[in-house]
């Protein structure tokens, strides 16, 4: 283990947990205060925040209500609809929990349905799936490229992350910005990027199989297209 960051508890102004509660930021009176966790979990990062509710309220000088066990979503929402009446929840010690807004997911959407079809209409396209991932890359070789068994120890795989989303149509591939967005209290302006960049789409029609994991790395997918020249997705 090596030294990263420490932020006291005191320190820390709000805390926005990503879609599907695959990562969650916590963020402090400054740029240099940011921490983003790509749990990949929601189980993990739903555990996460009970309790940090939880060590918040211990610092309060007024004892709180000890915090219920039910799930946020439930405790929250909606128990007709199951949705979030609110999405910022401010904690008695003045910390704002905010959580995405049913917009998130029609920008995501927007955004995957204009690259399938620039003038073509949104209707019946739906995100099936939206889960952070890895893809794989070896030195000397493009992305996608598997590390195959029994490689040179040189040949080390980066694992950059990605967000993969998947239709009933399409497989895409995006750089997201967690750390950016939303925008902090402080910030004076927005990045000159977007949220999402869309590095990398195939068409389900086209997916001719997919591999499993070997020995080494039997958490490793890779897709493989039968028209598509470039490399496999990994």
């Not at 070789?141 to 120890?153: A, K, V």
Request: aromatic content about 10%.
């Amino acid at each position: 283990m090596s030294y990263c960051l420490a932020m006291k508890l005191s320190d820390l102004q709000s805390v926005n947990v990503g879609l599907f509660d695959q990562y969650f930021r916590v963020v402090g009176s400054s740029a240099d205060h940011i921490l983003c966790c790509l749990t990949r979990d929601s189980y993990g990062t739903h555990h996460f925040l009970q309790q940090l509710m939880t060590v918040l309220s211990q610092l309060e000088k007024a004892p709180s209500p000890e915090p219920s066990e039910q799930d946020f979503y439930t405790q929250f929402g909606n128990k007709s609809t199951g949705k979030m009446q609110n999405y910022e929840l401010v904690h008695s010690s003045r910390v704002k929990f905010m959580y995405p807004s049913e917009e998130e997911i029609g920008d995501l959407t927007f955004i995957v349905a204009e690259r399938k079809s620039p003038a073509g209409a949104l209707c019946s396209f739906n995100i099936l799936l939206y889960v952070l991932v890895f893809q794989v890359q070896t030195t000397g070789t493009g992305p996608g490229s598997p590390l195959p068994p029994g490689s040179p120890p040189n040949q080390q795989p980066l694992l950059r992350p990605k967000t993969l989303i998947l239709t009933s149509t399409d497989v895409f591939l995006l750089d997201e910005d967690y750390i950016s967005y939303p925008l902090p209290d402080f910030a004076k302006e927005p990045p000159s990027w977007d949220k999402y960049q869309l590095t990398d789409a195939r068409r389900i029609r086209d997916l001719d199989r997919v591999l499993m994991g070997y020995q080494t790395y039997p958490q490793v997918l890779t897709l493989v297209f039968d028209d598509v020249p470039g490399p496999d997705l990994d």
